[in-house]
């Protein structure tokens, strides 16, 4: 996203959020536009106009899966329908306007589109067949999400898919296909948690504009932070009003994401590691200057996105939640991921963590607690690494910080009755406080290595130089 | 903590700001000095910073102040130093050569005496076919004040009259140096007739610019560490070698005559401008197509005719004009080309070296040597 649509989306977000009727329709039509307006141009040049089409169509699934009959409505629904199919209509209308510059002009014939309301009338029919849905239905839709998100984070078997399907056709397909699906990965993890919640009876149905604004809502569309469905829509129906106070701080968090994302982020970017830089690189001391440059990066750019995200909800009277605390300040790697994407760190202990470690205590073979702990931890963290990306790094990266969790949970257990008495002192304390910040710092910097390098032997490569065994 | 902020009044003092210091900016136009972490905090780069789309260890500072700021040439001169400049395009830049293989690391290393100086040379070659950009740089160059200036030019060198962005980022160094020398440049009228707006000299205005600095400042960190300021190309990247059959050069074909259209008197203004600093021009080497493909065209750049044509002119302008000339336009097989026009690998920067040298050695130990039928 660049400067100039951020302000756009500012000064959209400032009306939208000044509407008295009306409010959560144009929010609906807004986002929905966003997505199509942000997706990069793709490879193979329809999906440029299918993906954020599939957004819209996911939603709208995940939607119809876990509504109730009362959300279901025509009069609630048909107007948020006629908004999101207006808009679908509008985008695929540009063949004839040709505006390049904010929508693809590949699009398909306006009679295709015709196939995606019938789609959902007979999804929708299916369902209504049943009083309540039977849960292997949930977890089928959940196991589908799945797949789906596990096929688009690997290129190579997008690839040979695509061939497949190109040849059926009776064509070719040149190079590997890499899909850059805006915002998917936030995407398919909010609808995950409306089906997972509606199957465990936990979510309260509500109606499309509002489940539809919740998962593609735009400030935190492409970078987060997650928020959750009862919570947004609280907010969304009603909205917090915005005190002259409020506007001080929504103006800080907006500029200061500017400046983070835009400034520090952008230009750490030149310097930051990467593998062209790697490969030059001989002297240790510069090897762990250009590392730091990544890590310092690699924040500035998140939490920058997330403090337009917040900024631009609070315009819209949506206070999504916080999604960084200082991360590289914690003296531990616990306190650690407690303040590093802290929505997606609860999504996996809500979903990932939690029943993992129920199901293993709750097993018939009982595990020894301290195996328990380290099972649960590295599958969660090689989880979370995989949500980035389905490569051996990712993985890497996962039981980098899965082992290194449990080193140090380990280790906290140990020091409770064995913290020496000069440790116990203020100053003591603060010199082993700022010892765990460093290590924690230095530990989570070496893990990005899996982040940036493409192989594990430019990581080994990396580190060998790093520590000076070569 | 906010409790005594009023949004309203807070934006107001804002903007009023902002405005503020965009009109400073063009009062004071900061852009005028040259400060650089180059030569002080990191080694000064062994060439002039150019940008390559995707390549992230470059960027493109067109302004030839900042550009010399971040150069070796820069640092303070070194005791016993025999100054030497190379001026010149892409060739002498080192496209598809690494920082230390250009001609000017590769001569360094040779540690050649001149008299009893070490001769260094700075390569202060620019990827932009262009005398008058030359010119531009030769001027900046002379601040620096070099032993010998040693100049590379070719055919797309003299033709070109296109205000190109060097010209255009340093547009009043450009138009001094065209008026002092009274050169006819065809697109000079674009380069009096647009100043700059209001707006483009505010903070706003040199956004793109400030960046740019920024970026090649934050660079150095990278050129420090690295050592490295280009990628290079690897082996199969390097261009194919077929030269064609087209006998057209720049739509123009035989017989059109291009003794006009050569800008020999920047080159005569260079000869001026350097005063009693020595100024060697070298018609550069360029591939030559085996004679079987080379029937119609020389390389991928030249056809024959307009080639054969600029070789005459120019020879004949350097014996009456009296300058240092030197021809090697065939000076170095074509396998030591990286493609079939004018970029050398790095052990042909060494032949040129070589081929270079006698010329060296004469004008520091003086033997006229220089004739057309050189080397």
Redesign the interface.
């Known amino acids: 996203m660049s400067v100039s649509q951020l302000f756009i989306l500012a000064a959209l977000a400032f009306l939208i959020g000044q509407l008295k009727t009306g409010r959560s329709l144009v929010l609906l039509g807004v986002s929905a536009f966003f997505i199509y307006w942000l997706q990069p141009v793709q490879d193979q040049i329809t999906l440029t106009f299918w993906l954020p089409t599939a957004t819209l169509m996911l939603t709208v699934l995940g939607w119809l899966l876990t509504s109730t009959e009362g959300a279901r409505g025509w009069k609630q629904t048909l107007p948020a329908a006629m908004v999101l199919l207006s808009v679908i209509l509008f985008v695929d209308l540009n063949r004839y306007f040709q505006m390049d510059s904010m929508f693809i002009a590949t699009t398909p014939r306006p009679q295709w589109l015709a196939g995606i309301p019938a789609f959902f009338i007979i999804v929708a029919l299916v369902l209504a067949r049943w009083k309540e849905l039977p849960p292997v239905l949930f977890s089928l839709a959940g196991f589908g999400l799945i797949s789906l998100f596990a096929l688009v984070k690997m290129p190579y078997v997008l690839t040979i898919l695509f061939d497949a399907v190109a040849s059926l056709r009776g064509k070719e397909m040149s190079g590997s296909l890499t899909l850059s699906w805006l915002g998917f990965s936030y995407v398919a993890f909010r609808i995950l948690h409306t089906v997972l919640d509606r199957r465990a009876g936990r979510l309260s149905p509500v109606q499309l504009a509002e489940y539809v604004n919740y998962v593609i809502f735009f400030p935190s569309f492409a970078a987060g932070p997650i928020d959750r469905l009862e919570r947004f829509v609280r907010d969304l129906n009603d909205p917090a009003a915005i005190e ?2 409020d ?3 929504i ?1 800080r968090r907006f500029f200061l994401g500017l400046f983070k994302k835009f400034v520090v982020a952008d ?1 750490l970017s ?2 930051a590691l ?1 593998q ?2 790697a490969q ?2 001989d ?1 240790a001391a ?2 762990w ?2 590392l730091y ?1 990544y890590s310092l990066r690699i924040y500035f750019d998140f939490s920058g996105y997330t403090d337009i995200a917040i900024g631009l909800g609070r315009l819209l009277g949506v206070r999504l939640p916080e999604n960084f605390a200082s991360p590289y300040l914690k003296p531990n790697l616990t306190q650690f991921w407690n303040s590093w994407h802290m929505t997606l760190t609860q999504w996996f202990r809500n979903y990932v963590f939690y029943p993992l470690s129920r199901a293993l205590r709750s097993g018939e073979a009982r595990l020894p607690v301290t195996l328990m702990i380290l099972v649960a931890q590295t599958s969660t963290m090689v989880l979370i690494g995989l949500w980035h990306g389905v490569t051996a790094g990712f993985v890497l990266w996962g039981l980098w910080h899965g082992t290194g969790l449990f080193v140090q949970n380990r280790w906290s257990d140990y020091m409770k009755d064995h913290t020496p008495a000069w440790g116990r002192s203020q100053v003591g304390n603060r010199v082993l406080n700022a010892a765990g910040v460093f290590l924690t710092f230095n530990f989570v910097s070496l893990g990005w290595l899996f982040f940036t390098l493409p192989t594990p032997e430019s990581v080994w490569n990396v580190m060998a130089v790093l520590f000076g065994v070569v | 903590m ?2 005594k ?3 309203s009044r ?2 107001i003092k804002a903007l009023c700001l902002f405005v503020l210091f965009n009109f400073l900016y063009v009062l004071v136009e900061p852009h005028g000095a040259k400060i650089s972490g180059y030569n002080a905090l990191f080694p000064g780069r062994t060439r002039l910073p150019f940008g390559i789309y995707g390549d ?2 470059t960027v493109t500072v067109d302004d030839v102040d900042d550009m010399f700021a971040s150069h070796l040439i820069a640092a303070p001169r070194q005791s016993e130093e025999f100054r030497v400049a190379l001026i010149g395009d892409s060739s002498v830049w080192g496209e598809g050569l690494g920082a230390y293989e250009v001609i000017s690391e590769q001569w360094n290393g040779m540690n050649i005496l001149c008299g009893n100086r070490t001769v260094r040379t700075y390569n202060l070659g620019y990827p932009h076919p262009s005398v008058v950009k030359d010119l531009v740089i030769l001027d900046k160059a002379l601040e620096h004040e070099p032993d010998l200036v040693i100049w590379f030019v070719t055919l797309n060198t003299l033709i070109s009259q296109r205000a190109n962005p060097f010209l255009v980022a340093n547009r009043g160094r450009t138009v001094d140096v065209l008026n002092e020398y009274h050169i006819s440049f065809k697109q000079g009228k674009n380069l009096t007739e647009t100043e700059p707006t209001l707006f483009e000299r505010t903070l706003i205005g040199q956004r793109s610019n400030l960046a740019r600095r ?2 090649l400042e ?2 150095g ?2 050129w ?5 300021d280009t ?1 290079t190309l690897s082996e199969d990247e390097i261009a194919d070698l077929d030269v064609g059959e087209n006998p057209r050069y720049r739509g123009m074909e035989p017989p059109q005559e291009l003794q006009d259209m050569l800008l020999l008197r920047a080159l005569s203004a260079g000869n001026e401008m350097a005063g009693s600093v020595p100024v060697l021009i070298v018609n550069e080497p360029m591939y030559i197509a085996l004679p079987a493909d080379a029937l119609v065209r020389y390389n991928a750049g030249y056809p024959r005719w307009a080639y054969d044509q600029y070789r005459e002119v120019l020879a004949d302008r350097a014996q009456s004009a009296g300058w240092k000339y030197l021809d090697l336009w065939n000076a170095i097989p074509p396998a030591y080309f990286l493609d079939a026009s004018l970029h050398l690998g790095a052990d042909g920067e060494r032949l040129l070296i070589e081929a270079l040298n006698p010329a060296l050695q004469s004008i520091c130990y003086p033997n006229p040597i220089f004739d057309e039928d050189s080397p």
């Open positions: 002259r106070d506007w001080v701080e103006g230009a030149w310097i990467n062209d830089f030059q690189v002297s510069w090897m200057f250009l440059c | 906010n409790a902020i009023n949004p807070l934006l992230p260890y920024i970026k934050m660079l960190f990278v420090s560490a690295t050592g490295a990628n």
